[in-house]
């Protein structure tokens, strides 16, 4: 019967079958407001943020850096770890930073370290959120799988991502949903409902984290969904991967080319979403990127995009900041507000960015 | 290679996937539809009803073909200009009357009476005519109230006059003669009949009434706008068909010689029937004569078939109700979907088995570098859709704009311009031939020549048709670029025949070879193909020698050299093979050796794409052409060839910040000009090493 049904949806392009990808309207209208945000500092690799009272720390490669309030000083190096940072939270003077490929590292004030393991826990997560100061939420985009590997995940259709507790306490780590389209991002909302990403079904779920339950809270979103941030208003700053293709939406469902593409093309040239686009002259190209005039249209089709969306404590969409098609900030995977302000990594151009005065609440 | 990349090639090397969006590009493919339902109806009811073929049966139904073929003619025409009468039933009624009594009571010669019988008729017509036509009323609705008007005043008439006709004879012997005479074994009234339909079908298709009809039963307010008589032409055909009807009514009364009461009543829903089965769209604008005629012997098949098994006369309306229905039904979705369904299947990609492209590592003369990135300029934002850029003696230049001029603009800064000359298409490569004369290849126009002060004239627009096309491909499409040998002949390119120019893009996603190399005799005013089955054949340039000329196929990656003379004579050999771009643009440096323009890189997704014609197709079909997987043109290079093919050294602008997209260049003087054909700039970059004082022109003709 589900062949029968999937045969149907392919001919006639709709359930499994469709490649529509929803535009970006309303409350998603693009602009411009983060290709021309202030870059605060440029970190090739520059990938999460946390916010202190100190500074803004930011993680770029195996190195977490610090950028001072009001200053406009080079970022300094804090802690350097083995492995390349994956995700990044702080509360209560204690640093959360997830290792790619090596679990989750802890840093407190008095000096006390935690280490979970990759076989205590997560491997490689892709966000961490704190839910009270002993209790530690952890996405991990795929089960086993590198956070920066998102790109084969998503070609492959993966479905593996998981969602983890981990106890500070009792050093013991529970795995609270898995089977997720990669979990891309988990922010919590004070009570026992915290917000997650499920990328690559480009949807945020509610999730209950006594007995798993979900409940899909934002839905059709035209991108992909990274990493969740509180927001001014009890509300939250999306982040996102890239943006959805028409022709990547095609391909998904085009198994013989999917599956000789990810074995015979090298991955910066691949025909899928990325956090950076025009880099070299063999990435491929789309009709409507052809430069007209020496331009190159925002309104083309894109493999990379620059996205922040807020959204009130219900997680409808308030308002949206883009780079667009002819812009550089792609790949604006983490975004946190300190006072006002809010900063921005845009990992595709390797900068960090601050939109001034968009945080400012009543 | 694997056992299923042999069949898959194989497989689009052998099914010419291509000639079915031709052949449904083709308007007699409207015709398929009632073709396939009369064949349909001949072989059930043939094999079905007894007698069927025989010789009786056949002559029969010519003399019925021969009344109703006239009366769906005649309803065609109506319905053609986008009309409809239902009144054809009635006015046969009151033309049968006219003729039956005067022929039979009055005696009138054969002559007087088709005369007073065309006039009844064409005075019924009048009345539709003006009311439709002039007064541009409904036609359903007031058709339906003269089918009643003219029924009634048929049914007034009859009863006065009907044992009269029962009662006597006609004295005109030809009036005899036409009901019952045959010549080779056919009724008269069917031969009458078919040198109507031939006369109809000259007008409908060849002549300017037809023509007429055509466009107001398409567009009426376009046909207003192009100065077409609306009003007249409506109203004439009503006039017309009611006179077709008169005709067959006459023929009628020939073949009868009585009448009953309900003569002619339900004959428009056979006639109706009949018309739309044969596909005249009941919207206007479409059918034939052909299409009117299946439609007519369709229906008298059925009705004869069905009368021949004993099926009583309400069921036989029924079932010809049903097939009314059936009709309208086709015609409606197809008239809807023909569009669509000819988009989805015009594209159909073939298998390109590309050569694994040349390195562009650091150290290869291929390796990107940014040399164009800092070059002159000339014309920033006045120049829209220079392909080629060429030089005179005189060190004017000459480019081309989407305007359909050619401007040339004045050394020695090249900031002040003029328009050259004035084509009106947009104008691709150009070339000098020995008296000065300018020949321009024109997209979708063909081949121009400008003299030196400015004058345009037509060198060639269509070439001799292929034997095995399905489309017309004589004339043509996509002339690109074209240079000229040392005896005036001009060689030139056409990139593809089966799409215009601004659907370039779907020839790339094709890759088949629809192109092919012309070749024009100015001197005789001969054109002839000399290859086809090229992939996008583009940048033609004459080797130093000048017996052969090197041209590149895009799409393929790759440089040919084809020879016109000497002892390879006719023979096409590869230059260059397994390019990293898209080759364009093929001139002379002043070295001996040849610049050529890549006007983009090679992509490994797309290249992976070109061995899956399905994929592409189903890309083309479901995917919006902005998000096709397209070649990189953004970035491009120019690099530099020797006669033998070896790639010297390469110029490029990575990202394609100035130069995206470098469709061709030209050396002069010390200077390599580059264009692009969407790009809005020039870009000049000098070149130390080269001859400060070479010119093409020279270099093709001599120094003056």
């Known amino acids: 019967m589900n062949a029968i049904r999937r045969f149907i949806d392919y001919r006639l392009g709709r359930g499994e079958g469709a490649i529509t990808a929803p535009t970006l309207d309303g409350p998603l209208l693009p602009n411009q407001a983060l290709e021309q945000a202030d870059t605060v500092a440029g970190l090739d690799g520059a990938d999460d943020l946390a916010p202190t009272e100190k500074g803004l720390l930011v993680s770029a490669g195996t190195t977490l850096y610090r950028l001072p309030w009001g200053g406009d000083g080079a970022p300094e190096a804090v802690a350097d770890y083995d492995r390349p940072i994956s995700a990044l939270a702080v509360a209560k003077g204690v640093v959360a930073v997830g290792l790619e490929g090596g679990g989750v590292a802890l840093t407190g004030r008095s000096g006390e370290d935690i280490r979970f393991g990759p076989d205590q826990g997560p491997t490689a997560p892709t966000a961490l959120a704190f839910l009270d100061a002993r209790t530690l939420l952890v996405t991990e985009g795929a089960d086993g799988r590198a956070a920066t590997d998102w790109r084969r995940d998503l070609m492959e259709k993966g479905a593996s991502g998981v969602l983890w507790m981990l106890d500070l306490d009792s050093r013991r780590s529970r795995r609270v949903l898995d089977g997720l389209a990669w979990a891309g991002g988990v922010s919590v909302t004070g009570s026992r409902k915290v917000f997650l990403s499920e990328s690559w079904r480009h949807r945020i779920l509610a999730v209950n984290l006594d007995d798993g339950t979900t409940e899909p809270v934002l839905q059709h979103l035209p991108a992909y969904p990274a990493r969740i941030a509180p927001a001014v208003g009890a509300g939250y700053w999306l982040s996102f991967y890239s943006i959805r293709n028409q022709l990547v939406e095609f391909i998904l469902r085009e198994d013989e080319y999917r599956r000789r593409m990810l074995a015979e093309v090298p991955e910066p040239y691949w025909m899928a979403p990325s956090l950076s686009s025009g880099a070299s002259f063999r990435e491929p190209m789309q009709g409507s990127q052809l430069k007209q005039m020496g331009v190159l249209k925002p309104y083309a089709v894109t493999r990379s995009y620059g996205l922040v969306v807020q959204c009130d404590a219900r997680m409808r969409p308030l308002t949206s900041y883009h780079a667009r098609a002819d812009g550089t900030a792609h790949g604006v995977v983490a975004a946190r507000e300190w006072g006002d302000d809010l900063y921005a990594v845009s990992k595709g151009s390797g900068r960090v960015l601050r939109l001034t005065g968009v945080a400012r609440g009543i | ?704």
């Open chain 2, 1 to 704: 290679m694997s056992v299923t990349r042999t069949l898959g090639r194989w497989r689009y090397r052998l099914v010419p996937d291509h000639v079915f969006g031709e052949i449904l590009n083709k308007t007699w493919v409207d015709s398929a539809i009632p073709f396939f339902a009369l064949v349909l109806v001949v072989a059930i009811f043939g094999s079905i009803v007894p007698r069927f073929f025989d010789l009786s049966t056949i002559s029969v139904l010519s003399g019925q073909v021969a009344e109703l073929g006239l009366i769906v003619l005649g309803l065609s025409i109506v319905m053609i200009s986008g009309g409809i009468d239902l009144s054809v039933g009635s006015t046969f009624a009151v033309a049968v009357l006219t003729a039956l009594y005067g022929m039979n009571v009055e005696g009138w010669s054969l002559p007087t009476g088709l005369a007073a019988t065309m006039a009844v008729g064409a005075l019924c017509g009048a009345l539709n005519g003006v009311m439709v036509g002039i007064l541009r009323m409904r036609a359903f609705l007031t058709t339906l109230v003269t089918l009643i008007i003219f029924r009634s005043l048929f049914d007034i008439l009859f009863p006065m006059v009907s044992t009269d006709i029962v009662m006597t004879y006609p004295e005109s012997l030809a009036f005899e003669y036409l009901g019952i005479g045959q010549v080779l074994g056919l009724p008269v009234s069917f031969l009458v009949m078919a040198a109507i339909s031939l006369g109809l079908h000259v007008v409908l298709s060849r002549g300017r009434y037809g023509w007429h009809l055509l466009a107001v039963g398409g567009a009426r307010r376009s046909a207003h706008n192009a100065g077409i008589n609306v009003r007249w032409t409506i109203f004439s055909a009503y006039v017309l068909c009611s006179m077709f009807v008169a005709l067959a009514a006459f023929l009628f009364s020939a073949r009868i010689g009585s009448a009953a009461s309900d003569i002619g009543a339900g004959l428009e829903l056979q006639a109706l029937t009949a018309t739309v089965l044969g596909g005249i769209s009941l919207g206007g604008g479409r059918g034939s004569v052909s299409k009117a005629l299946m439609g007519a012997l369709f229906v008298l098949i059925l009705s004869n078939s069905l009368l021949a098994l004993a099926i009583p006369g309400p069921f036989n309306d029924l079932i010809l109700g049903l097939v009314l229905i059936a009709a309208i039904f086709l015609d409606v979705r197809w008239v809807k979907n023909r569009h669509k369904l000819l988009r989805s299947v015009y594209i159909s990609p073939a298998w390109n088995t590309l050569t694994p492209a040349k390195s562009t590592d650091p150290g290869s003369p291929l390796a990107p570098n940014d040399r164009l990135r800092d070059v002159g300029v000339i014309g920033l934002g006045i120049l829209d859709g220079a392909e080629d850029v060429i030089f005179d003696r005189d060190d004017n230049l000459y480019t081309g704009s989407r305007h359909g001029d050619i401007l040339r603009w004045f050394p020695p800064d090249y900031t002040r311009h003029e328009v050259f000359a004035h084509i009106g298409g947009a104008p691709m490569g150009m070339t000098f031939d020995a008296a000065g004369n300018m020949a321009v290849c024109v997209g979708g126009m063909g081949l121009y020549r400008i003299s030196p002060r400015g004058e345009v004239s037509l060198l060639t627009a269509e070439t001799n048709r292929s034997w095995t096309s399905v489309a017309d491909d004589s004339s043509m499409r996509l002339a690109d670029d074209c240079d000229i040998l040392p005896d005036g002949t001009i060689i030139f390119s056409e990139a593809t025949v089966r799409f215009e120019m601004h659907d370039w893009y779907a020839d790339a996603l094709e890759s088949r070879g629809n192109g092919r190399l012309i070749r024009h005799d100015p001197k005789t005013g001969t054109t002839r193909t000399l290859i086809n089955n090229l992939i996008f054949p583009n940048g033609v340039c004459t080797s130093y020698d000048g017996v052969s000329v090197l041209f590149a196929e895009s799409w393929a990656c790759r440089i040919n050299r084809y020879y016109f003379a000497g002892p390879k004579k006719g023979r096409l050999e590869r230059v260059i093979e397994g390019l990293p771009g898209y080759p364009d643009n093929i001139n002379r440096a002043s070295d001996g050796t040849y610049w050529l323009a890549l006007m983009g890189a090679r992509t490994p997704a797309l290249d992976l794409s070109l061995e899956m014609p399905g994929f592409r197709r189903r890309m083309a079909r479901w995917v919006s052409e902005d998000a096709w997987l397209m070649p990189n043109l953004n970035t491009g290079c120019v690099l530099r060839f020797s006669e033998e093919g070896e790639i010297l050294e390469s110029f490029w602008d990575q990202g394609g910040q100035k130069h995206p997209m470098i469709t061709s260049m030209r050396e002069h003087k010390g200077v390599l000009y580059l264009c692009g054909i969407f790009n809005n700039r020039m870009g000049t970059l000098r070149l130390p090493d080269a001859d400060p004082t070479w010119c093409g022109v020279d270099s093709y003709w001599g120094k003056p």
